[in-house]
Nanobody, 120 residues
Framework: QVQLMESGGGLVQAGKSLALSCAAS????????MGWYRQAPGKQLELVAT?????KYADFVKGRFTISRDNVKNTVYLQMNSLEPEDRAVYFC????????????????WGQGTLVTVTL
């Protein structure tokens, strides 16, 4: 069984930075991609950034957020700079994981989410 554990959320002032991390644990043969989504109060879940063979960002975070991965540690990071009140949301980590070499295909695993609150 694969689990994702996010950390790093919290309360921060607008203009400041915050770093999130998400570590995958359990039976893991391969991770094809890892990424971050977020859901603000009353809004739909939206993509923030993903990392597989390349990185992809939502337009609203380009130039402010950076996604990176440590493939040895099966961990993905999200460095968030110049935070705005509109960035307030629960941030979810997601990974596409192949648990064993014999597993047919990849499974999408989600973390429990971590809350980021940005104040003026």
């Amino acid at each position: 069984q694969v689990q994702l554990m996010e950390s790093g959320g919290g309360l921060v002032q607008a203009g400041k930075s915050l770093a999130l991390s998400c570590a995958a644990s359990g039976t893991i043969f391969s991770i094809k991609s890892m990424g971050w989504y977020r859901q603000a109060p009353g809004k739909q879940l939206e993509l923030v950034a993903t990392s597989d063979s390349s990185t992809k960002y939502a337009d609203f975070v380009k130039g402010r957020f950076t996604i990176s991965r440590d493939n040895v540690k099966n961990t993905v990071y999200l460095q968030m700079n110049s935070l705005e009140p509109e960035d307030r949301a629960v941030y979810f980590c997601v990974a596409c994981v192949k648990p064993t070499a014999l597993t047919n295909g990849y499974f999408e695993i989600w973390g429990q989410g971590t809350l980021v609150t940005v104040t003026l």
